[in-house]
């Protein structure tokens, strides 16, 4: 029994490099789709700014980029949790980015393709299914160069709003919450003063400014 114990206790810890080189891929289309869609609404966010900076507002926040995201649960059980089965052949993951729950990035020519192996036993080659937004971002933090996009007095702060996620009857297992996750940019008039954004800021190389 001591032995079965000490086995349960053991929790498999992901190769964080690997995981961080493939997420990585993504990080580009990921950063290129939020300054797309920020982009025709430059003028009123340039508005908004003046008019927040005008009236000296405490907090200067400016609305960037939002998307859902469905948690599975904690890490112990949200991979098991994604593979239920929701109704017929699909799985609750797939149900969430059916109905909307995970925004997903563009695929990329060169995703990485695994082998595993089929019903049958024999091994097939399958295409890596492109990312998650949510995971995107947290995998590879790209905060840093979204805020770049507009200058040395940003920062990038993420905000999380619990949303419905009844239709169909998903989300009703007390495991599965959706969120809005939404990315605002943070103005410091007078300089960043966040002590945790300039410690984890990457230092810039001479060849990059």
Not at 84 to 99: N, W
Not at 109 to 127: H, I, L, S, W
Not at 131 to 154: C, I, M, N, Q, W
Request: hydrophobic residues 35%; proline residues 4%.
């Amino acid at each position: 029994m001591k032995d079965l114990a000490e086995k349960w206790k053991v929790v498999e810890k992901k190769d964080y490099n690997k995981t961080g080189a493939y997420f990585k891929m993504y990080e580009q289309i990921f950063i290129d789709e939020v300054m797309e869609r920020a982009t025709p609404h430059k003028e009123a966010m340039m508005k908004q700014l003046r008019y927040l900076c005008s009236t000296h507002a405490e907090e200067i926040e400016l609305f960037l980029f939002s998307y859902k995201t469905t948690v599975f649960g904690d890490s112990k059980t949200q991979s098991l949790n994604k593979k239920k089965k929701f109704k017929d052949d699909e799985t609750y993951l797939d149900a969430a980015i059916r109905l909307g729950y995970h925004k997903l990035c563009h695929q990329i020519p060169d995703a990485p393709v695994t082998k595993e192996k089929g019903e049958d036993g024999e091994e097939v080659e399958r295409k890596q299914r492109a990312p998650a937004f949510h995971y995107v971002y947290d995998f590879t933090d790209v905060r840093y160069k979204l805020a770049e996009k507009f200058g040395d007095s940003f920062t990038v702060v993420k905000k999380f709003r619990p949303t419905a996620n009844a239709e169909e009857g998903f989300g009703s297992k007390p495991f599965i919450k959706t969120y809005q996750v939404s990315l605002f940019l943070r103005f410091h008039p007078l300089g960043i003063d966040d002590d945790d954004w300039i410690a984890k800021r990457p230092v810039k190389s001479e060849e990059s400014e």
